[in-house]
């Protein structure tokens, strides 16, 4: 069992270098190997992800779906587990033999954003339409049409008012594609 | 001095490549060579950590003395030394010839948890049973029995309270070791 | 043009890997030669800075302005590209055939230390003599003469007066240079 847990976790890691050369050269192409890898490894993804960086990481392959044009940046980690919870049984002078940790599932819907080096921590549920923004710690639910940012994560404005305030901006400066 | 302090780290860095190797097979042989390895290289162990990840990162050996049954998770820096001091000073005419940094002392009680991506600031002094939540910037004194997260951090519950409303909960899906 | 950039991003990295040896040995030397390869590479440098990390990373050389005896720190980001604008859009049904992402440049003032970890946003500027303490999530402009922290990053003291006070305090424990 543990053996087949690291043989799998290597394979994983050396098809993820491979595909991951790609990146530079082609991000369509790169994503598209890359979400036929995660599915072979168990993925739930519901529809097709624009984009996952190689970094972010997830901590476990089963108890987590993913929803139609997700974006995942740099360095972002998805965790199911927590083991914390050995510390607070220890607490409470419970001295479990061995480390105990709480399993909870992230679900994301369609349309999400999440900023890098975010943390999403077990039990997190995005809905549709969400932008996570750059460093964000987020728990619990997440409504649709939102924009969340901080540590803690709070929601700071509905996302359809920050696309309108953002087209209204007389000074933009738009870039197409990962120019 | 210098030569010395360099041969030293780069000793320490091979040896913590060496035994990182461990930490996919056991992580109980993995922690038992990294607890001597620490020590040797001149850290205050009061006991025996639980577990401590091998990106995390200690800017001082000396000034950092852990707790028992301690669990330092991915990517959390220790850091003793500030040398932004020198920009406070330049920003009143001073000019120092050199850099100037202030430098204190971090200490960690007993039974203490840390999340991923923690920053713990110099002369952060931790109590006994304590939770430290994913991606916390922490400063200062945290009491006995408190589990902390944010940037900045503060105590957002009582460790005890927070282990009884989980162990009450029904639907928990609880998992043994680093399953 | 593509093929262009690669090759100019590759050739970035192989020297900054090179210059990156030095700072173990002599962190004058490496940054005399940081400075000259951020300026060949089209940075724009108003003065010296005192150091900048080589895990710090800046998404765009063009967009983003230093200042005089810049500090910063490890893994901090420099922002200029913001993609949640796409998913922005596609929440108020618009149906962009590529992603669109906001510019927005980067400025930073004389004598500012930004800590370890922290991201600055698209369109940040940062005055003269600023702490942003280490973890900060920063947007949006930071007045001269101002201690910075949180996420969201706040104004937390005047530098001068956290200047003053620490000078007054009697246990200070200072250090000279990178010791």
Redesign the interface.
């Known amino acids: 069992m ?1 053996i087949h847990r ?1 043989i799998n ?1 290597t394979l994983f890691r050396l098809q993820k270098g491979a595909i991951g050369l790609l990146v ?2 082609d991000s369509r192409l790169y994503m598209k190997c890359y979400n036929n890898l995660l599915k072979r490894h168990g993925f739930n993804l519901k529809g097709t992800p ?1 984009f996952i960086a190689l970094s972010a990481r997830f901590d476990d392959f089963k108890r987590i779906t993913l929803g139609d ?1 997700l ?1 995942v940046s740099m360095n972002v ?1 998805f ?1 199911t ?1 927590d ?10 002078n ?1 001295k479990p033999d ?7 599932e992230i679900i994301i819907g369609d ?3 999440i ?3 975010s ?1 999403l ?1 077990p039990g997190t549920i995005i809905g549709n ?3 996570i ?5 987020v728990r619990g639910t997440i409504p649709d ?1 939102s924009v969340v ?4 994560a709070i929601v700071i404005s509905d ?2 008012d ?3 305030k ?1 087209k209204q901006r007389k000074d ?8």
Not at 149 to 152: D, E, R, V, Y
């Open positions: 543990n690291i976790k530079y050269f624009r044009r974006v980690h965790l587990h083991y914390s919870f050995t510390t607070a049984l220890i607490s409470i419970e061995t480390d105990i940790g709480i399993l909870r349309n999400v954003f900023g890098m080096n943390i921590l339409n969400v932008i923004g750059a460093g964000s710690i049409n940012a901080g540590n803690p996302i359809r920050y696309a309108r953002v933009n400066n738009l870039v197409k594609d990962k120019e």
